[in-house]
């Protein structure tokens, strides 16, 4: 019945693949073809001078396609396929110990939610939260709104990653997975890497869905 019911809903707001459009069954963000073009994790770190970071998949169709219709498209119901790239990560990238990190995310600057209207990757680690009972804690804010990453050269991204981002609470486990949404210069999760590492936090990963090429 209830199958029935979406099919027959589908008639009338039909749904398309986020990345090439073709008409998909009610439910489902990614076409067969689109889903197979993404074949993570990737299997190795990338540097980012003093840290190397994971991420699931390259900043390229149909990840991008997802994350940008997700952060700019109010797509809010595509974190929870965010939400499950991040799921398979944490268990290639940490196995069983995964539930020994507290998770702590990029905040998203002042400006961004104002214009989004919500914390991408707060959002997405709720989600998470939904499947498996990560710690995550709200450890950075951003201390002055700069302007969204997105619309930034990377002269003016560096620039702007400077002193951005200050700690909301002085006391950090020892073990923290950083993340965010994508890593592009890596100038973001870089100062907020070195914020929780000069907070005493010893063992730090930084994890990451997308990556630029
Ligand atoms: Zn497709």
Known sequence: ????LIEFAGQFFPNNCISCGKRLSPRRFLCDSCEALIKGPIP?????????ARSYWWYEPPV????KAYKFAKRWRLSKLIANWLLYLLDYSLHSESSDYAIVSVPTTLRALRERGFDSN????RQLRK?????VID???????GLPQSS?????????????FTLRTERLPEKIILFDDV??????ITSCANLLKSAGVKDLKILSIARTK
């Open 122 to 125: 707060g959002l997405v680690l």
């Open 139 to 145: 450890a950075i804010t951003v201390a002055k709104s």
């Open 64 to 67: 991008s396609d997802v994350i």
């Open 152 to 164: 930034l050269s990377k002269e003016e991204r560096k620039a702007a990653a400077v002193g951005k």
């Open 44 to 52: 190795y770190e990338i540097s980012l001078g003093k840290f190397s």
């Open 183 to 188: 890593i592009t210069t890596g100038s973001t």
């Open 131 to 135: 499947i498996v009972d990560y710690r």
């Open 1 to 4: 019945m209830v199958v029935k």
